[in-house]
């Protein structure tokens, strides 16, 4: 896989966004396969409103974001109203995030998020712009990157290595049981206990150790009184899709 973007495509453009657009839509459609299948990519005619490239094989959507330098906290993103529409009717694509660094073009990371990881609490709305810009009033959201589950992070390439085609496939197909998931709120929850699981950073882990996000789940659920009974659920239910397996009473592993 080349990690270097074309610039010599750029010379054309004078917008330099534009010329972004045009590198590094280049580049996916030369390097990234589908993550679902393994096809090639193609990409969409332009302003297509599902995405930006599609898979001809396995007809999954994918549209790309790019930025500079860093992963960052968040992805900036389209209109609010649309994106929260889209989830609420399941027509939201996949999506590719690339980082490049300058001055080479160099490409850092590329990473895939499967759609099914997209719920409303992870869209954060932005203010509307200021009653002097050309769309006054518009209201714009950001992808809160950092409250998604890592597994929802697939690396095609991560500082700079790429990660191998079998591997980018497997962790796709992993967490694919989340596309069933028909209530928000309960894909909330699995999503989040996912984030627990992260955040204790291990392969190994125990209820016990889960049990210590109580008051944290309790402020993000005020109305469920059961938070306990709610977090050895959605254990169980990691466990019946093979996220997670049970070892020992109380004791987890990821797989
Ligand atoms: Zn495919």
Request: contains cysteine.
């Amino acid at each position: 896989m080349n990690t270097n973007l074309n610039i010599s495509l750029a010379s054309q453009y004078k917008s330099k966004s534009q010329a972004i657009r045009i590198m590094t839509e280049y580049w996916v459609t030369n390097e990234i396969f589908c993550p679902n299948c393994g096809d090639i990519i193609y990409k969409y005619v332009n302003n297509k409103p599902v995405g930006d490239f599609y898979c001809q094989n396995c007809l999954e959507d994918f549209e790309l974001k790019s930025k500079k330098e860093l992963l960052g906290k968040k992805i900036v993103n389209g209109s609010y109203k649309t994106m929260i529409e889209r989830l609420r009717s399941n027509d939201n694509p996949n999506f590719f995030f690339l980082v490049y660094t300058l001055p080479y073009y160099q490409i850092k990371h590329f990473m895939v998020i499967p759609k099914h990881f997209f719920i409303p609490k992870l869209i954060e709305k932005r203010p509307p712009l200021s009653k002097i810009a050309k769309r006054a009033g518009w209201i714009g959201c950001n992808i809160l990157l950092q409250n998604i589950p890592e597994s929802g992070k697939i690396y095609y390439i991560k500082n700079g290595q790429v990660e191998n085609k079998k591997s980018i496939l497997k962790n796709w197909h992993k967490t694919l049981f989340l596309r069933d998931a028909h209530n928000i709120e309960l894909k909330g929850w699995t999503l989040d206990i996912m984030r627990c699981i992260d955040i204790l950073g291990k392969k190994e882990f125990t209820l016990k150790e889960i049990y210590l996000f109580e008051q944290i789940l309790a402020k993000k659920y005020p109305y469920n009184k059961h938070i306990k009974d709610k977090i050895r659920q959605q254990l169980q239910f990691l466990r019946d899709k093979n996220y997670i397996e049970f070892i020992s009473p109380g004791v987890y592993r990821l797989l």
